[in-house]
């Protein structure tokens, strides 16, 4: 359901240059595997990945309070996509050096993760900007999820360490439960984009298969499918959190707040197998 105060998409002109808006979107929740896969896909000479990962533009809109708010126009966010002659020079040395091919984007992408939870309201003045939009869910076990986004925002770095209570409260507050639901948001997302335009897959393919998750990721996106040096780092971790393993006597409390995030993921992952396009 929208917001009773519709954030807008802003522009300076009724005739806005589009060109260098993204036609695919990462939709997973943060800690599903969203920095491996941008580090991955930007090796790709057909893919143009904001070189920020994150943008938070659409999820920031028209609410300058927030600490990640940066443009209030479209034009300015857009801007941020264009690349100097010397950066585009040498992504071509490195796709004719890895595969044989010049940098010619077709793909152009924002991985901000919180846009899986954008309001039906904003998601429809997206598709009205870029009606072939695409999007990419990688699917991870909420627990695991939720306990991975907590170590990365609430223990990482901090010399007090928060107490049970505090990471209790991180684990059921509404973000955190809109973030686990993913049948919530391939539902919200495939009541506006077109049919075939969503790829859903298990976060765990990372590990056990990369190279096949790449090159299913590659053909939904009609890219060329590559190997070679071109898949050298496919193995490489990305933004790791600390080993730190979820205490035994929260898991218990954990499970119940995320029960029925939990049974539905466990569905879905029956439902998608090694990946499915809807």
């Known amino acids: 359901m929208d917001s009773p ?35 991955n896909l930007s090796r790709h000479p057909e893919v143009h990945l904001h070189r920020d990962k994150e943008t938070f533009y659409f999820s920031t809109l028209a609410r300058k309070n927030n600490p990640r708010f940066r443009h209030e126009f479209l034009e300015d966010y857009l801007a941020t996509f264009r690349e100097p002659a010397g950066r585009r020079l040498l992504k071509h040395y490195h796709a004719l050096r890895r595969c044989g091919l010049t940098y010619r984007p077709k793909v152009r992408g924002d991985f901000t993760a919180s846009y899986g939870v954008l309001e039906s309201g904003v998601i429809r003045q997206i598709l009205a900007l870029r009606p ?11 627990l695991e999820r939720a306990w991975s986004h907590a170590k990365k925002d609430l223990l990482r770095g901090q010399s007090v360490r928060p107490d049970d209570g505090q990471l209790l409260d991180f684990m059921r507050s509404p973000e955190q ?3 686990a639901d993913y049948g919530a948001v391939i539902r919200r997302w495939r009541d506006h984009l077109s049919p075939g335009h969503i790829f859903v897959a298990p976060y765990g393919r990372i590990s056990t298969n990369p190279s096949g998750l ?7 996106l009609c890219i060329r499918r590559l190997g070679g040096p071109s898949q050298r780092h496919l193995s490489s971790r990305q933004n790791v959190t600390s080993s730190e393993t979820l205490p035994e006597n929260l898991r218990a409390d954990m499970e119940n707040i995320l029960a029925e995030a939990l049974a539905s993921c466990h569905q879905l992952l029956s439902e998608i197998g090694p990946g499915k396009i809807y």
């Open 5 to 39: 105060s519709q954030p807008i998409i802003r522009t300076r002109s009724p005739r806005s240059d589009l060109s260098l808006f993204p036609n695919l979107f990462y939709l997973g929740p943060q800690r599903t595997g969203s920095t491996w896969l941008h580090a």
């Open 132 to 142: 072939e939009l695409r999007g990419i869910i990688l699917v991870r076990d909420p």
């Open 177 to 179: 439960l809109a973030r």
């Open 214 to 220: 790449i090159d299913d990721i590659s053909g939904f």
